[in-house]
């Protein structure tokens, strides 16, 4: 069965895509018989970056762990079905499944019914379909993503989460959270609950102040990153060390030296939130993480075979000023090591800052190519990011689609080495060149 249209007669009940409020979906949590009371212990996660990343690790240390795990993400790459992980049955092997179109279908016809009309958001209202699906399906745990914010988000009506886990907070989504890092710092620390244990990726000074007088407020445990738990790459290392002790792992699978400070934040969350039984579950969540979507390499599929031959292709949807500082990063890591001539196809949305996310990619990339970003509203016109991305003193021209300037690339920019392309800037154009490329995320 196809989700598809439900979705869509869902996504038509409130005339806003965004409006913060816990009101509406309290109200559809009652006539549900409140399934967030009913869930496996949560781990819940919010931040500006990094939160996708520390969701996936924990998934693959509970899952190496011999733990039932369900996952909640947004947004999506390809299809709707991948913000919903659900544990695998009792004595399967294996780790848990994305939601089949099937139990996605029922579980969404209940609740829509259950709201009988009335307005709610799309996200509200899948996320109540989600945590039906998680109070009903065995687990041992759940690792909880927020969608925008965390005060106000859909994911903050659970109560008393195992851990609250905060990762690196910047400046994003400033006409949602406010337009100061203090006002969104203070949106994200919402998720704290009385006494359940933070553990906060090392932020800036002025953030961590905030996390630290609100966790204090709140009598909960702060395990902050810097202080009360460090990490480091060492020697081609991850070296890790709390109050329990230090820890030698493997380096993240995922690229990008921002990756290290992630794994620290997933493995002192998974060590305050005392759920691994074997030490050696922490090196799973290192080597078997898998995070489609932010430095994705992609070796197979109709991508490379638009791109000049032998090209060295990545994703990645990081879409602020701060993610565009990971990526320059990893980008000139990966330079150093393996250097090729660097292009950047792009695309960004109104809400975001795309003179803050090019200006880390100066002096690195020969030629940016804008593009459009497909299945949104709000996106920047390609002529208009060419120009910011001018203006932050990169060479760059709008083109029409993502295959266009593939084309491009191989007729107009030949190099020897081939060239490294990063289609970047949005995670609706990386979504998009996933289901061109024929390789979705599963």
């Not at 445990?221 to 991850?238: F, I, K, Q, Y």
């Not at 993480?289 to 994703?315: E, F, N, Q, Y």
């Amino acid at each position: 069965m196809d989700a598809g249209p439900i979705l869509e007669r869902l996504n038509a009940l409130h005339p806003k895509r965004i409006d913060l409020s816990l009101g509406r979906l309290e109200r559809l949590l009652e006539r549900l018989d409140h399934p967030e009371k009913r869930l496996p212990p949560v781990i819940h996660i919010a931040g500006t970056n990094g939160k996708g990343s520390v969701t996936a690790m924990l998934r693959a240390m509970l899952e190496a762990d011999g733990k039932r795990a369900h996952v909640y993400i947004s947004p999506h790459l390809v299809a709707f079905n991948e913000r919903i992980r659900l544990a695998a049955p009792a004595g399967e092997e294996g780790g848990g499944r994305l939601v089949s179109d099937a139990a996605l279908s029922e579980v969404l016809e209940r609740v829509e019914a259950a709201n009988a009309g009335e307005p709610i958001t799309f996200f509200e209202i899948t996320t109540a379909a989600a945590f039906v699906l998680f109070a009903e399906t065995p687990a041992d745990a759940v690792v909880l993503e927020t969608g925008l914010g965390g005060r106000l988000d859909a994911t903050n009506v659970v109560e008393k989460p195992l851990a609250a886990v905060l990762t690196s907070i910047g400046i994003d989504h400033i006409g949602f959270l406010g337009p100061t890092l203090g006002e969104i710092t203070m949106e994200k620390t919402g998720i704290i609950k009385r006494g359940v244990p933070v553990v906060s990726a090392p932020q800036k000074e002025a953030v961590a102040a905030i996390i630290e007088r609100e966790a204090g407020r709140r009598r909960a445990p702060l395990h902050l990153g810097g202080m009360d738990w460090t990490v480091s790459a060492e020697n081609g290392r991850l070296v890790f060390q709390d109050e329990g002790g230090l820890v030698d792992l493997p380096l993240p699978r995922l690229a990008g030296r921002h990756q290290v400070v992630n794994a620290g934040t997933a493995i002192a969350a998974a060590r305050v939130a005392g759920v691994l039984d074997h030490p050696s579950s922490l090196e799973a969540g290192m080597t078997e993480v898998d995070w489609p979507g932010r430095m994705h390499r992609i070796t197979k599929g109709r991508l490379l075979d638009w791109a000049s031959p032998d090209a060295d292709l990545w994703l990645d949807g990081g879409h602020n000023a701060d993610a565009g500082e990971a990526v320059a990063a990893a980008l000139a890591d990966l330079e150093d090591r393996v250097p090729r001539p660097l292009f950047l196809i792009c695309g960004m949305l109104t809400t975001k800052d795309p003179a803050g996310y090019f200006r880390h990619f100066a002096g690195l990339v020969r030629h940016v190519f804008t593009v459009d970003v497909p299945m949104s509203d709000s996106a920047i016109a390609p002529a208009a990011l060419a120009e910011a991305a001018s203006e932050a003193g990169l060479s760059a021209e709008p083109v029409t689609s993502l295959r266009t300037a593939l084309r491009l690339l191989t007729e107009n920019w030949r190099y020897e080495p081939p060239p490294r392309i990063v289609i970047c800037g949005s995670l609706y154009l990386v979504g998009d060149a996933l289901a061109q490329n024929g390789t979705p995320p599963v």
